[in-house]
């Protein structure tokens, strides 16, 4: 193929910012005018990036990224896709056997940066600054479309600029005549909205026209400028070099640093709050890469993800879609059938109607995930650096679509997976969040649900000043959290936190301030809150390798110091919400003490309870629940217990703090109502008091005893019931109390009960290995 004679004037080629059809129109164009420049509409500052788009390690979507040097999080994107025209122009240009000089030419991101005090919102893209419009302007593309008959912009665009040069429509005989009509239709668009400009354009579109101008001098009017359509009329007209320089005198400015980053389909799509987003990522990629037959290859691929989630679709499925979709775009009059047809004929032929395959469809391949690759040559703070080495290392890649990663903790690999987890989370830089296990609770393992967002990179290039590594950078963000924390619960969370991520330089500034803070702190509340957090790290911190031996004297210390203030805090007349908020503590800190396997403070904390339960002025749900820990580990005789029980249920008692009582004696969980299943006493003393409530009390105390009771398993609620009706103390099949149960001898058969010895613990050793446990 001749080469086309060079064009006489410069190319405008107005673009909607991500379209396939907008992409080959404008290499077609570029092909046919053999420019001798191509200007992008774009920050300048990303020219010295633009030679690694020809990197073979590059893979789009990426997005060009800027931000304040001295504040990384005032930042902004400029996403490319592999369908994006400015990105088919750069290519174009690089491919050429004597490449073009390519440019960007928009407001550079000096001052766009500096005149947004707040961080741009994500996904600013190219000619999308991220900063609202000062005014509010219709979408050009409705209007055109609703001009044209559509009431879908996007059906029409599709039908109008997508579909051009796909499948088995030709391509047109001159590329520009489209970019030729749309830029006629935008100077009519702009001069009927001409009161309603936004002023930034207004100054984008002057540094806009001041680079058109040096590019004439350089290569005469020999170049071609790809830019949104709505700035064409703009760029086509006669102002003065004077006129566009006032209006960029006296802008702000401030220093920026730019880099290529990775970017996600799902990034680009306008649900993601993408400015200059679209609907279908994941359709117009395919759209630009199917050069023929573009439905039946959208639709076998429609038929391979059904498969791979068990659904029954065969070739015959395909072809019946295919048929369909073309049946609808004929009917509707399209030149071929669009993402609306198809998604119609995939719901009636291959999902039965239903809306819930289809809702898959839409996600993982209208939208998709596919996530960019940089070259390891793009500029990056050394913290991403460091973090990239780790990745790899680690083998741990970074993908766009979620995932579940379980980790064993007595493996080496998964260990330093899970520091490099827990650093980054305490910089800030959420790329793994902590999950429930379905294999397990044991503490030697972890499971993390991973999904790399492309707003991570702007969180690495913020946690960069605190070290050039990952270590070193949380170690010092711990230390600085540490000396700014106010509240001791904090600290305490962060003393976990270090632990969890290996940060042993970094305790001994976070025990300073937990010292000082519990020194301070006198609110029971706040220190029974922060105490868990300290036993939870001092029992399962030795999991990672890690020593805190200091924690431990911090930890009793504190735990004495509730054990000092929790019984006058809990009789100085709570409210009903500050003594279930106590409740909680109190729970909160029977497990921590349990933890910090002390036999001195358990006992200390034993009497705290004994006096708590035995205090009449403490209110009945904590009494409640201070008897029942008590009974769980056996230091409150069953005698002692129904005497406690007998004084709170008493007539003497109000009904509303008995029913607090009951809340809390046998509320609180899972199993709670076993006790009162196999303890007719117990049972029968809450049944005497609940017959004695008067009718007027009942109806108070009645959503108090329902929440406690409702809280049991069916099963136990089925057989409290059945021990109800049948009165106290009846058991089934007329067995007296205390007698054994039907089937059972009354005395143990030590001979029988040796012989499952060994059963038993196969059984058990069998769960251990199952939930991690040593």
């Known amino acids: 193929m001749s080469p086309a004679a060079p064009a006489r004037g410069p190319l405008l080629l107005g673009v909607r910012h991500h379209g396939p059809g907008s992409a080959r129109a404008v290499r077609a164009a570029l092909e046919a005018a053999r420019p001798a420049a191509v200007l992008i509409e774009g920050p300048p500052e990303g020219d010295a990036l633009l030679p690694l788009a020809a990197d073979p390690a590059m893979q789009p979507p990426v997005a060009l990224l800027a931000h304040a040097a001295d504040d990384p999080g005032r930042a902004a994107f400029w996403p490319l896709a592999e369908f994006s025209p400015e990105w088919a122009a750069i290519r174009w240009a690089q491919q050429q056997p004597d490449p073009v000089p390519v440019r960007f030419i928009d407001l550079p991101a000096a001052h766009t940066l500096a005149a947004r005090p707040e961080p741009a919102p994500e996904g600013a893209g190219a000619g999308e600054e991220a900063a609202a419009p000062a005014a ?17 912009p996007e059906r029409w665009w599709e039908d109008v600029v997508e579909h051009r040069g796909t499948g088995s429509e030709a391509a047109p005989r001159d590329p520009a005549a489209a970019f030729e009509a749309l830029g006629e239709a935008m100077a009519a668009l702009r001069e009927a909205l001409a009161d309603r400009e936004d002023p930034r354009d207004l100054v984008r579109e002057a540094h806009m026209r001041q680079r058109m101008r040096t590019a004439r001098r350089e290569f005469g009017d020999s170049y071609a400028v790809v830019c949104g359509a709505w700035h064409v009329p703009a760029l086509r007209a006669r102002t003065t070099a004077a006129a566009d320089k006032r209006l960029l005198t006296g802008l702000p400015r401030t220093k920026v640093e730019t880099t290529w980053v990775p970017w996600t389909h799902r990034r680009l799509a306008r649900a993601g709050g993408y400015g200059a987003g679209i609907a ?46 073309e049946t609808l775009a004929a009917v509707r009059g399209r030149p071929l059938p669009g993402l609306a047809e198809t998604l119609e004929a995939v719901r009636a032929v291959m999902c039965d109607g239903s809306d819930v395959p289809l809702a898959l469809i839409e996600d993982r391949l209208v939208v998709g995930d596919v996530l960019g690759r940089v070259p390891d040559g793009a500029p990056a703070v050394p913290l991403q650096r460091d973090l990239t080495r780790q990745q ?17 903790l007595r493996k080496d690999t998964d260990v330093a997976r899970s520091l ?5 989370r305490l910089l800030g830089i959420d790329w793994g969040r902590p999950t429930a296990s379905r294999a397990g609770t044991g503490t030697f393992r972890e499971t993390w649900r991973l999904c790399w967002e492309p707003e991570l990179s702007v969180r690495v290039a913020e946690a960069g000043i605190w070290g050039t590594t990952v270590l070193a950078a949380a170690t010092a963000k711990a230390e600085a959290d540490a000396a700014a924390a106010g509240e001791l619960g904090d600290v305490t969370a962060l003393a976990e936190r270090c632990l969890l991520a290996g940060l042993s330089e970094a305790l001994p500034a976070v025990l300073r301030a937990l010292a000082d803070l519990a020194a301070l702190d006198t609110d029971v509340a706040r220190l029974a809150k922060a105490l868990p957090a300290l036993a939870r790290s001092l029992r399962y911190g030795d999991v990672r390798g890690t020593d805190a031996p200091a924690l431990g004297a911090v930890a ?35 497990g921590a003490v349990g933890l910090l396997e002390d036999g001195g403070l358990r006992e200390r904390w034993s009497a705290v309870l004994r006096t708590l339960a035995g205090r009449e002025s403490v209110p009945g749900p904590i009494r409640g629940r201070a008897a029942r820990l008590l009974l769980d580990e056996g230091r409150l005789p069953a005698e002692e217990t129904a005497r406690l029980m007998g004084l709170a249920l008493s007539s003497a008692a109000a009904p509303a703090d008995a029913a607090g009582w009951i809340d809390g004696f046998a509320g609180g969980g899972p199993g709670s109502g076993t006790l009162l299943v196999h303890d007719d006493r117990l049972l029968g003393l809450i049944d005497a008091w609940l ?29 409290l019931g059945e021990l109800a009706r049948r009165g106290p103390g009846a058991r089934p099949g007329g067995a007296a109390p205390g007698a054994a149960p039907e089937g059972f001898a009354p005395e143990l058969d030590p001979a029988r009960a040796d012989a499952v010895v060994d059963l038993v613990h196969l059984l058990l050793a069998g769960a251990c290995a199952a939930a991690g446990a040593p």
């Open 280 to 325: 279908s990522p994941g359709w117009y990629a395919h759209l630009f890469a199917a050069r023929d037959r573009p439905v039946e290859r959208w639709l076998t691929k429609v038929a391979g993800l059904l498969r791979e989630e068990d659904r029954q679709v065969s070739t015959a499925h395909v072809i019946e879609a295919v048929r369909l979709a």
């Open 392 to 408: 790899r290392s680690l083998r741990l890649k970074a993908e766009a679509q979620e995932r579940e990663l379980e980790l064993d």
């Open 556 to 590: 009793r210390g504190l735990a004495e110091r509730i054990c000092v203030a929790l019984p006058p805090a809990c009789a100085a007349g709570l409210d009903a919400d500050a003594a279930a908020e106590l409740r909680g503590h109190v729970d909160a800190v029977h």
């Open 136 to 152: 509010v302007r219709p979408d050009p593309l409705a209007m055109l479309a609703e001009t044209a008959g559509y009431d879908d």
């Open 420 to 424: 490099l987890l827990h650093r980054l």
């Open 691 to 719: 017959v004695s409530v008067p009718a007027e009390a009942f109806t108070d105390v009645l959503p108090l005893l329902r929440r406690t009771f409702g809280a049991y398993e069916p099963g136990v609620r089925r057989t």
